[in-house]
């Protein structure tokens, strides 16, 4: 008999002979650490820049300060209908005025996010000009919409420059789409230059996405916008919550025009039930206190340089400028075996592959955290 599933479990297999196979990793957190098969390891692989997430004393803080009535796990509707909780509009409220911006939009997740304004803004005469390394919800959002993309080499602005030059007469807007903090790389796009280029056509956008930068950037920790003093200079300022804000969600600051619109035209936004209050309210105390974390902004920078420096002097080609520092190791099942001997002296890495990052860069991406002492990345430099 013909087995249906067949197809895929060929696909499976090819997965498996070129080491690009994936599994559900199922770890037990304790802290900064993980265990598993018994081991203890420092998770060098989280995305809990500020290391929130695991503060217990910042949990304790939120709880106890807290109703049970406030405590909802179900808004039990979408935003449109009766999902709207007070404390949506007082995050939002929160979010414009620490950015003095003239409103902010909060969705489910930056996948929500990144899949939903493009399609919602864009129409077949506009034209989307996208990093090449762009996060895949982006790109997912460019799929979905009507527009025509061209994506432009890793931050070459020239190359960028030539393409405006090009279509600006042919479109009736473009949209300029970048990182801030690049997901694999750990490098930085200078939001400044973008802002010049866009300037210099009255039908260019610039849409930017701070999932790496917020909380961790900026003398506010507002993201590289605020370090780069472009916040105003930027049509779509995009973060999100999961990471650095240890909660989860997403957010747009943006003008009142442009958020009017969304609310009537993002699918992603309208179409899917709101976030449970409770999450809003405990991202609202985190944004809240965000300005006062500078110390852990400091710890975070100092430990990253450090990682860097140590990269730079063993040879490795390191771009990055942030807290995001991989190591390029190239072929997938090297890679595999250099995170297992990681693994095997505690540090909790793992390897990126492709299609996450391109044929033949398969690497380890050490994530830091301000959890993440001196003495352990000195530790960790020491092995590798
Ligand atoms: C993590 C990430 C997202 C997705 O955000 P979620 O809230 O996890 O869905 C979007 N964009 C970038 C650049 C990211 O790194």
């Not at 081991?39 to 692989?45: D, G, T």
């Not at 063993?314 to 001997?341: F, Q, R, Y």
């Amino acid at each position: 008999m013909n087995d249906i599933c067949q197809s895929y479990k060929d696909e499976l297999q090819r997965l498996e002979a070129s080491g690009n196979l994936r599994k559900l990793p199922s770890v037990v957190h304790d802290g900064k650490w993980v265990i598993d098969g018994g081991r203890k390891m420092l998770n060098l692989s989280s995305n809990d820049y500020l290391g929130l997430s695991t503060d217990k004393a910042l949990r304790q803080e939120f709880i106890s300060n807290r109703m049970t009535e406030e405590c909802l796990f179900s808004s039990s509707s979408s935003r449109l209908l009766t999902g709207n909780y007070t404390i949506y509009d007082r995050l939002e409220t929160l979010l414009a005025d620490l950015f003095g911006a003239e409103s902010a939009l909060v969705f489910c997740s930056g996948y929500h996010m990144n899949t939903g304004i493009l399609p919602a803004v864009t129409d077949s005469t506009t034209l989307i000009l996208a990093d090449k390394l762009v996060h895949a919800s982006i790109i997912d959002g460019i799929r979905l919409s009507q527009a025509q993309c061209v994506r432009y080499r890793h931050q070459d602005y020239k190359q960028l420059e030539m393409l405006l030059q090009k279509h600006k007469d042919n479109f009736s807007r473009i949209i300029i789409v970048t990182e801030s903090i690049f997901s694999m790389d750990g490098d930085i796009a200078p939001l400044y230059k973008l802002v010049d280029l866009k300037k210099m056509y009255p039908n260019v956008m610039l849409y930017v996405d701070e999932a790496h930068a917020i909380g961790v950037r900026g003398d506010n920790g507002l993201g590289i916008a605020e370090e780069q003093g472009c916040i105003h200079d930027i049509d779509f300022l995009c973060g999100t919550f999961g990471k650095a804000l240890s909660s989860v969600g997403a957010y747009v600051i943006c003008r009142k025009a442009i958020r009017e619109f969304l609310v009537n035209r993002m699918r992603t936004l309208i179409f899917t039930t709101a976030l449970p209050p409770v999450n809003v309210a405990w991202t609202y105390f985190i944004v809240e206190h965000l300005s006062q974390m500078k110390e852990r902004r400091n710890a975070l920078n100092l430990v990253s340089s450090r990682l860097r420096d140590a990269l730079r002097v063993k040879g490795c080609d390191v771009a990055s400028e942030s807290h995001i520092v991989p190591m390029i190791v190239g072929k997938s099942s090297d890679t595999i075996l250099k995170a297992e001997e990681m693994q095997r002296k505690g540090f909790y890495v793992l390897p990126v592959r492709p299609p996450t990052v391109p044929e033949g860069t398969s690497r380890l991406r050490f994530s830091l955290t301000a959890a993440v002492s001196e003495e352990e990345v000195g530790r960790l430099i020491e092995v590798l």
